[in-house]
Nanobody, 118 residues
């Protein structure tokens, strides 16, 4: 239901953009988010965005990362600038998807690896 892409190798100070698209029989996509799991660490929230465009950033992402979405494409993006080696992680997208007016389900993408070299 969620397909993430855009990961790869970047140098410190560089940029990458992650994309994630929802597919299937969808009535509405509500909140969307990006999480990450750094090596040896637990999964942590990076940023969220509501269907109206309200955003929230974790302290580690504030001022460097930008989350956005295209409701028509049922997609969410994460523009990552000024990358640091500490941003190396597997990044996951998450979306709250309604298949009808009454039910909402949480979906996770498959994860995309971002590696930042110093």
């Amino acid at each position: 239901q969620l397909q993430a892409s855009g990961g790869g190798l970047a140098q410190a100070g560089g940029s990458l953009t992650l994309s994630c698209a929802a597919s299937g029989d969808i009535y509405r996509v509500n909140s969307m988010a990006w999480y990450r799991q750094r090596p040896g660490s637990v999964c942590e929230l990076v940023a969220t965005i509501t269907s109206a465009g309200t955003t929230y950033y974790a302290d580690s992402a504030e001022d460097r990362f930008t989350i956005s979405r295209d409701n028509a494409k049922k997609s969410v993006y994460l523009q990552m600038d000024s990358l640091k080696p500490g941003d190396t992680a597997v990044y996951y997208c998450k979306a709250d998807i309604m298949h009808s007016k009454n039910y909402e389900f949480e979906y996770w993408g498959q994860g995309t690896l971002v590696t930042v070299s110093s």
